[in-house]
Structure formats: C-alpha cells, structure tokens
Nanobody, 124 residues
Framework: QVQLVESGGGLVQAGGSLRLSCAAS????????MGWFRQAPGKEREFVAT????????LYADSVKGRFTISRDNANNTVYLQMNSLKREDTAVYYC?????????????????WGQGTQVTVSS
C-alpha cells in the first residue's frame, strides 16, 4: 500500500513558476513508476509527466514539454514537478500517482495509487 500526499500548489501569475511535491509512504517507493496528471473543471484527467523507478526515463505531454520537469528522490520517497513559464491553460488540480511497475506510463488506468490533488491556478 502506498499513500501519496501532494503539496506546492497555489496561485501564480502567467509566466511564473511552481514546484509540486509528492511525498510517498512505504519502503518500496523506489520500485514504482510515478506520474503527474491534471484535471481542469469540466475536463477529463490528463497525463502531464511520468518517470521510471530509477529516474532514468521520463516522458512529457506535448503541452508541457520544455516547461515542466519531473524528478524523484528515492532516498526521501518524493517525486517533484517543476513547472516554469506557466500559462492560464495549466490551471487544474494536479495529481500524483504510483504504479506497480518500474516503468513509466501515460495512462491513468495503469496507476494504482493516487494522491488527493493540489490546486494550481494561473492568472493572467
């Protein structure tokens, strides 16, 4: 069982930056592929970024490529999402997720554990 707790969301102006953190419980964090997803009002949850268990492999949605960076610290059971050059369309609730595989995935159905989400609001 893995419990995930996101933090770091908030209100930021367009062009600004935020760093989201996701703290995981359990001793097997380093065996999980991790992902960040987001859901805007009235829209489906969508993939943002994913990282393999070792951190060697990452993948990003086209909409955030070059602006967002996913990373992880297995010693501290934490995964991060650094968000730069934020746009209004990045406004959403951001969720951290873990899957029972060392590989990454872009699909919500491949993830077993989810955090409660953290709100990111980008103003113009």
């Amino acid at each position: 069982q893995v419990q995930l707790v996101e933090s770091g969301g908030g209100l930021v102006q367009a062009g600004g930056s935020l760093r989201l953190s996701c703290a995981a419980s359990g001793r097997t964090f380093s065996s999980y592929g991790m992902g960040w997803f987001r859901q805007a009002p009235g829209k489906e949850r969508e993939f943002v970024a994913t990282i393999s268990n070792s951190g060697d492999n990452t993948l990003y949605a086209d909409s955030v490529k070059g602006r967002f960076t996913i990373s992880r610290d297995n010693a501290n059971n934490t995964v991060y999402l650094q968000m730069n050059s934020l746009k209004r369309e990045d406004t959403a609730v951001y969720y951290c997720a873990a899957r029972d595989s060392r590989f990454w995935s872009t699909m919500t159905s491949q993830y077993t554990y989810w955090g409660q989400g953290t709100q990111v609001t980008v103003s113009s």
